[in-house]
Protein backbone atom coordinates (compact mmCIF):
# COMPACT_ATOMS: atom_id res chain seq x y z
CA UNK A 1 0.00 0.00 0.00
CA UNK A 2 1.08 3.52 -0.55
CA UNK A 3 0.28 6.67 0.94
CA UNK A 4 -0.34 9.96 -0.71
CA UNK A 5 -1.06 13.66 0.48
CA UNK A 6 -0.94 16.67 -1.08
CA UNK A 7 -0.62 20.07 -0.27
CA UNK A 8 0.83 23.12 -1.67
CA UNK A 9 -2.27 24.08 -3.57
CA UNK A 10 -4.51 27.76 -3.64
CA UNK A 11 -5.22 31.24 -5.06
CA UNK A 12 -2.75 32.33 -7.66
CA UNK A 13 -3.18 35.69 -9.85
CA UNK A 14 -1.88 34.62 -13.73
CA UNK A 15 1.62 34.86 -14.16
CA UNK A 16 2.27 33.69 -10.88
CA UNK A 17 3.92 30.69 -9.34
CA UNK A 18 3.08 27.51 -6.82
CA UNK A 19 4.63 24.92 -5.56
CA UNK A 20 2.87 21.70 -4.82
CA UNK A 21 4.65 19.09 -2.34
CA UNK A 22 3.31 14.96 -2.45
CA UNK A 23 4.69 13.07 0.71
CA UNK A 24 4.37 9.25 -0.08
CA UNK A 25 4.52 6.78 2.78
CA UNK A 26 4.36 3.29 2.92
CA UNK A 27 5.33 0.56 0.06
CA UNK A 28 7.97 1.84 -2.11
CA UNK A 29 6.90 3.38 -5.34
CA UNK A 30 8.90 3.26 -8.96
CA UNK A 31 8.05 6.49 -10.11
CA UNK A 32 5.63 9.52 -9.32
CA UNK A 33 3.50 11.56 -11.07
CA UNK A 34 0.99 14.84 -11.71
CA UNK A 35 -1.94 14.49 -12.91
CA UNK A 36 -4.98 17.05 -12.67
CA UNK A 37 -8.66 17.29 -13.56
CA UNK A 38 -11.04 20.36 -14.47
CA UNK A 39 -14.46 19.40 -13.73
CA UNK A 40 -16.61 18.14 -16.52
CA UNK A 41 -13.07 17.65 -18.14
CA UNK A 42 -10.71 14.23 -18.39
CA UNK A 43 -7.90 13.59 -16.16
CA UNK A 44 -4.85 14.97 -17.97
CA UNK A 45 -1.21 13.57 -17.20
CA UNK A 46 1.37 16.39 -16.47
CA UNK A 47 4.78 14.95 -15.64
CA UNK A 48 6.25 12.09 -13.93
CA UNK A 49 9.88 11.05 -11.96
CA UNK A 50 11.30 7.77 -10.99
CA UNK A 51 12.85 7.76 -7.70
CA UNK A 52 15.49 6.34 -8.79
CA UNK A 53 17.85 8.62 -11.20
CA UNK A 54 15.53 11.36 -11.07
CA UNK A 55 14.62 10.85 -14.71
CA UNK A 56 11.73 13.14 -15.99
CA UNK A 57 9.19 13.19 -18.73
CA UNK A 58 6.19 16.24 -19.24
CA UNK A 59 3.26 16.32 -21.31
CA UNK A 60 3.46 19.32 -24.07
CA UNK A 61 0.60 21.25 -22.63
CA UNK A 62 3.31 21.99 -19.30
CA UNK A 63 6.82 21.61 -20.90
CA UNK A 64 9.13 24.89 -19.87
CA UNK A 65 6.35 26.12 -17.72
CA UNK A 66 6.43 22.91 -14.64
CA UNK A 67 9.50 21.00 -13.39
CA UNK A 68 8.58 17.70 -11.33
CA UNK A 69 11.40 17.33 -9.14
CA UNK A 70 12.01 14.85 -6.19
CA UNK A 71 13.95 14.33 -2.51
CA UNK A 72 14.01 10.86 -1.85
CA UNK A 73 15.45 11.63 1.89
CA UNK A 74 12.19 13.53 2.40
CA UNK A 75 9.93 10.60 0.33
CA UNK A 76 8.40 13.71 -1.07
CA UNK A 77 7.72 14.91 -4.57
CA UNK A 78 7.22 18.25 -6.25
CA UNK A 79 5.73 20.39 -8.90
CA UNK A 80 6.65 23.74 -9.46
CA UNK A 81 4.41 25.92 -11.80
CA UNK A 82 5.66 28.96 -13.47
CA UNK A 83 3.96 31.25 -15.79
CA UNK A 84 0.36 29.99 -14.58
CA UNK A 85 -2.91 30.51 -16.76
CA UNK A 86 -6.11 30.45 -15.39
CA UNK A 87 -6.39 27.61 -17.77
CA UNK A 88 -4.28 25.63 -15.35
CA UNK A 89 -7.00 25.83 -12.67
CA UNK A 90 -8.13 22.20 -11.88
CA UNK A 91 -7.57 19.67 -8.71
CA UNK A 92 -3.84 18.66 -8.85
CA UNK A 93 -3.63 14.87 -8.10
CA UNK A 94 -0.14 13.43 -6.91
CA UNK A 95 0.34 9.45 -8.01
CA UNK A 96 2.06 6.18 -7.28
CA UNK A 97 3.61 3.81 -9.87
CA UNK A 98 4.34 0.62 -7.29
CA UNK A 99 6.27 -1.53 -9.97
CA UNK A 100 8.63 -1.31 -12.75
CA UNK A 101 7.68 -3.60 -15.03
CA UNK A 102 4.32 -1.72 -15.60
CA UNK A 103 4.64 1.27 -14.59
CA UNK A 104 0.96 1.72 -13.77
CA UNK A 105 -0.54 4.74 -11.53
CA UNK A 106 -2.55 2.63 -8.85
CA UNK A 107 -2.11 5.11 -6.11
CA UNK A 108 -3.59 8.48 -5.59
CA UNK A 109 -3.50 10.97 -2.89
CA UNK A 110 -6.50 13.28 -1.92
CA UNK A 111 -5.67 16.06 -4.81
CA UNK A 112 -5.23 19.61 -3.68
CA UNK A 113 -7.02 22.55 -5.45
CA UNK A 114 -5.14 25.10 -7.67
CA UNK A 115 -7.29 28.21 -8.69
CA UNK A 116 -5.81 31.26 -11.19
CA UNK A 117 -7.37 33.98 -11.23
CA UNK A 118 -7.19 36.55 -14.50
Known amino acids: QVQLVESGGGLVQAGGSLRLSCEAS??????MGWFRQAPGKEREFLAR????????YYADSVKGRFTISRDNAKNTVYLQMNSLKPEDTAVYYCAAAPNAWDAKFAYWGQGTQVTVSS
Open 26 to 31: GRSAYA
Open 49 to 56: IRWSGGST
